[in-house]
């Protein structure tokens, strides 16, 4: 844990420093410039976390409109199999931006498109996440963009067409729901997921790690196909959000057999998930916001590296005070280092 640890506050100051640089050079075109301006105090929900001007969605609207969304496009690219992983990361939406989200849902995205949303409404009596979507077919379809905000005349309308307690994904509420946009024949499926489970700045229980994994499958099963990205969100976008994106391609990287050191690499020095998180956080800031979330990440992948590849225990000969040769950690025993 002590090595861990200290792997993340590396990373902390890895970013600090970029966001250093991007302060001391104040140009567009500098990789870490900051993005500044009264329309993020507006549009964001936490005035800590804001898109890399670099990587980030930008609405489709006018010239001289502000295109401002705080979502950020994601791809991680394996070395080993060329498979590319995208994602979109955005922030929960507040009540002034949902017009700009399902703007950028039909944009950016491909039928059907999905939706992964990390985070309760409410937590603990606060606002996470504006409910910015239709809860049931007896409710509303929501009127989108009413007031013409860019004069470009999007508008569109949102509904729910059916709810599902997926049997497979327990603790996902699945959604179904279609977008149609004035003026456009073809309307959009987007599949909305929405996992009950994952507290805020924290980890999941063991027994709850089942379903979130089926979560995972269900995303990319209802997801047009891999060359669209899926649209991961919790509250800031980048806590529980960073998690999810990096732990299930990390273990897209094991199960094909990419997690292991090459020939003549230092295994010391090899560490896949803190490149990972590392190549997230250049893309996004604040990437896998809490140390219990990047410790959440090791206990998980070991689990799943030891499955893979178990290991033979000895049992303790009573006659001597040894130990087994070889012990397999159980993600149960490490649940009060993580919460």
Not at 68 to 73: F, K, L, Q, R, V
Not at 101 to 108: A, F, L, P, S
Not at 256 to 282: K, Q
Not at 301 to 324: A, C, Y
Request: some cysteine; overall charge negative; aromatic content about 8%.
């Amino acid at each position: 844990m002590a090595d861990i640890q200290a792997k993340f506050h590396e990373l902390t100051w890895i970013e600090r420093n970029r966001i250093a640089q991007g302060i001391m050079d104040p140009s567009p075109d500098h990789p870490w410039a900051i993005i500044q301006g009264p329309h993020t105090k507006l549009l964001d929900r936490y005035q800590n976390v804001h898109p890399w001007k670099h990587n980030r969605i930008r609405l489709r609207v006018p010239e001289g409109q502000n295109d401002y969304i705080n979502a950020s496009p994601i791809t991680l690219k394996s070395a080993k199999t060329g498979k590319e992983s995208k994602y979109i990361a955005m922030q929960g939406p507040k009540e002034g931006s949902i017009s700009h989200v399902w703007r950028m849902i039909w944009d950016e995205l491909t039928s059907p498109a999905v939706i992964v949303m990390l985070t309760e409404t409410h937590e603990a009596g606060m606002e996470k996440c504006f409910p910015y979507f239709p809860s049931d077919p007896e409710a509303d379809p929501l009127v989108i963009n009413e007031n013409d905000e860019f004069g470009d005349g999007f508008k569109a309308t949102v509904k729910c067409a059916e709810v599902d307690a997926h049997p497979q994904a327990p603790s996902t509420e699945v959604r179904k729901l279609v977008m149609n946009v004035d003026g456009k024949k073809q309307e959009k499926i987007i599949w909305h997921l929405l996992y009950t489970k994952w507290p805020d700045f924290g980890v999941l229980a063991s027994e709850d790690l089942d379903g979130f994994f089926k979560l995972m499958d269900l995303s990319n099963q209802k997801n047009s196909g891999p060359e669209n990205p899926r649209v991961i969100h919790c509250s800031a976008g980048v806590g529980r959000s960073g998690t999810f994106i990096a732990l299930e391609y990390l273990m897209a990287e094991l199960e094909a057999g990419a997690l292991e050191p090459e020939p003549g690499e230092d295994d010391a020095e090899y560490d896949p998930i803190f490149d990972t998180v590392n190549r997230l956080r250049e893309q996004r800031r604040t990437m896998v916001q809490a140390d219990s979330q990047y410790a959440f990440i090791y206990s998980v992948l070991r689990q799943l590296w030891e499955q893979k590849h178990p290991v033979v225990t000895h049992s303790i000969d009573k006659t001597t005070k040894g130990e087994p040769t070889a012990k397999v950690a159980k993600l149960g025993e490490m649940e009060d280092v993580f919460s």
